[in-house]
């Protein structure tokens, strides 16, 4: 057998081990601290899903819960806390290990994209028609973060004026150690005809999940 042989070998070996693996629960996602302190304060905080409802077709198209949503990337469907003030978002995710640039440490990419998602959702919640649209988006990166692991995003809407709406994020490991921080802008565009209103999705969104508000 050849060196090349050989490595193939230990590769296919290697992936059929990976493929045997338990996949990661949202039940794990609960137990972190994080989960734990928003579900011990149910009058103030709820959960809703991470993923809209959508059709299999448009779920698929969509870059986060159609290309990143897979084994070693987001391997469950993150677990989100919501303020009653619907200005503060809690985030659990676990990140696998496909998604880094350097050996072991989540690409950078990878958090900005993840940032663009999240922070999202204070700016839905307040905007006109529950419609925002990024219009920048800022990361300071402070520590690596090291892949396969869970972590926290917190997010909040910092300042908002009119269409336009301030947000601010961070990210933790599940020690609670800053990684990045982001800050962004979204607009509710003057134009109502290009992105249809959101209010029902929101509804829907709210009621998924049981809660006191």
């Known amino acids: 057998m050849t060196d090349a042989e050989m490595h193939k070998l230990l590769e296919d070996q290697v992936d059929a081990i990976d493929a045997k693996l338990p996949r990661m629960t949202d ?72 998604m880094c640039g350097h050996d072991d440490i989540v690409h950078g990419g990878v958090q900005a994209t993840l940032f ?15 419609v925002a649209l990024t219009a920048s988006l ?3 990166y402070h520590k690596p973060a090291i892949a396969d692991q869970i972590f926290v995003f917190r997010t909040h809407l910092a300042k908002m004026e009119g269409r336009k709406a301030e947000i601010a994020a961070q990210l933790e490991d599940s020690q609670g150690n800053l990684l990045s921080e982001a800050e962004a802008l979204y607009i509710s565009p003057k134009n109502v005809t290009l992105v249809q209103d959101q209010t029902s999705q929101v509804e829907k969104i709210e009621n998924v999940y049981p809660g006191n508000f």
């Open 27 to 98: 039940a794990e996602l609960l137990q972190s601290t994080a989960a734990r302190e928003c579900l011990d304060n149910p009058d103030e905080w709820k959960r809703v899903p991470f993923f809209w409802p959508r059709s299999d077709i448009k779920r698929k198209s969509a870059f986060v819960p159609g290309t990143m949503y897979a084994e070693n990337k987001l391997s469950v469907e993150p677990v989100v806390f919501m303020n009653r003030d619907r200005k503060q978002f809690v985030v659990i995710t676990h990140i696998g290990k496909e």
């Open 116 to 130: 663009d998602e999240i922070t999202a959702r204070p700016a839905f919640w307040n905007l006109p028609r529950n």
């Open 138 to 140: 800022k990361i300071a």
